[in-house]
Structure formats: structure tokens, C-alpha cells
């Protein structure tokens, strides 16, 4: 198995929401990764985890929040969003924190916020 | 903090032609990455390059790393429609040496 799994694919959430994206692999691979993609842009990097706990946080607004249950499953809960944070959201996941192999991406979830 | 460009920005060829795709970072590359993507989803990674002047192909992709560690380049063989999309080269940003960035990306389109 390797894929990296996301839901849902799409999502619409009012500024008031909360909702939450999932992320699932059964690799065993120890890092994962949030990305965010606005249209015809390339992903910029939004969060870190390795061995579940966050690595890096690239100075993202507090509204989105990383959570790391177990070394499966990766989740971003979302909270009184903006319409600007409207993207693609992909997650990926690798074999460990150091990048010597590739990191394999989940389809993503197209999240519009209004 | 690592920079990557991306040249062209995009490109249109006829199907059965070559084409290039270039990568140049700011900084030496311990380890340089090419994915495509097709619109609005995810990444399919195609090859990883970490030695100076390695090269790696897959089917009619060919990918190789410079010598000095700060250019590659992505070759296509005789282009298929299959081969549209938008082209990502990534490379480690991170202080903590874990994360990929990537440049703007190449789209490119193969006309029948």
C-alpha cells in the first residue's frame, strides 16, 4: 500500500465553522506533512510532524491546527477560516525525518471557504 | 533560504517531439526531487536525484543533477498527451533538513 489518503475531497465551510481534514497512511513512515496550494501556485509547506510530534511550523496563522493522534494519521482542524485560505490542502508522508526518499502525497482536499 | 527556479514557466510542444524542463537552486542540493501534477490534484513523485552528475530515467523521462549540485533538468522523449501536466522540482528547505519546497512548477501541454 502506498497510498497517502485525505478526506474529504471536497469541503465548503461558512468563516463561522469548525471542520477538520484527515490524512491516513499504513506505510509506517514516521514524518508527515501539510501543504497548502493556491491555484497555479507550487505547495508551500504549512506543518512538520516527525514521530508524531511537530517539527515545523512555518509561522502558519492559529486557526489552523495540526493534530497527530498516532503514527497513521495526521489531521488539520480548521477554525474561523477566511475566504483567502480557500486552496488545495495536500498532505504527504515519508519513510523519516530525514529526506533521503520521497515523500508520497495524498490527492488533497479542495477546501473553499465562504 | 533555499530557492528554487523553475525554466520555462510553461510550454506547449507537438506530441512526439523532446522537450526540457530546467531546475537552478540558490544553494547546492543534497538531494533534488521532480513530481508531476495534474491540475488540482495530488503529486506523483518521478525521480530523486542526490549525486552530482547522476541521472535517473523512467520510460521516456530522463532526469540529472549537475556536477556541481545546483542545476537540474528534466528530458522528454518524444511527448505523449500523457505527459501533460505541471512539472515540480522540489529540494530540501528546511533548517531542520525534512521538508520539501518546491519551484513555481512547468505546465505543460502536448498537442495531437
Known amino acids: 500500500d502506498t497510498e497517502v489518503t485525505q478526506t474529504p475531497k471536497h469541503l465548503v465551510m461558512g468563516m463561522t465553522n469548525k471542520k477538520s481534514l484527515k490524512c491516513e497512511q499504513h506505510m509506517g513512515h514516521r514524518a508527515m506533512y501539510w501543504y497548502k496550494q493556491k491555484a497555479k501556485k507550487p505547495p508551500e509547506l504549512m506543518f512538520v510532524?516527525?514521530?508524531?510530534?511537530?517539527?515545523i511550523n512555518e509561522s502558519v496563522p492559529s486557526r489552523f491546527s495540526p493534530e497527530c493522534p498516532n503514527s497513521s494519521l495526521l489531521n488539520l482542524h480548521l477554525h474561523a477560516l477566511q475566504p483567502e485560505d480557500s486552496a488545495l490542502y495536500l498532505c504527504?508522508?515519508?519513510?523519516?525525518?530525514?529526506?533521503?526518499?520521497?515523500?508520497?502525497f495524498g490527492q488533497g482536499t479542495r477546501l473553499t471557504v465562504v | 533560504s533555499q530557492e528554487l527556479e523553475q525554466s520555462p514557466q510553461s510550454l506547449i510542444v507537438q506530441e512526439g517531439k523532446n522537450l526540457t524542463i530546467n531546475c537552478t537552486s540558490s544553494k547546492t542540493l543534497y538531494g533534488l526531487y521532480w513530481y508531476k501534477q495534474k491540475y488540482g490534484e495530488g503529486l506523483i513523485f518521478l525521480m530523486m536525484?542526490?549525486?552530482?552528475?547522476e541521472e535517473k530515467s523512467h520510460e521516456k523521462i530522463t532526469a540529472k543533477l549537475d556536477e556541481k549540485k545546483q542545476q537540474s533538468s528534466l528530458h522528454i522523449t518524444a511527448s505523449q498527451p500523457s505527459h501533460a501536466g505541471i512539472y515540480l522540482c522540489g529540494a530540501d528547505g528546511s533548517q531542520a533538513g525534512t521538508a520539501l519546497i518546491f519551484g513555481k512548477g512547468t505546465t505543460l501541454s502536448v498537442s495531437s
Open positions: 510532524y516527525s514521530y508524531e510530534k511537530l517539527s
Open positions: 536525484l542526490q549525486k552530482g552528475g
Open positions: 504527504a508522508s515519508s519513510q523519516g525525518p530525514s529526506l533521503n526518499t520521497e515523500a508520497f
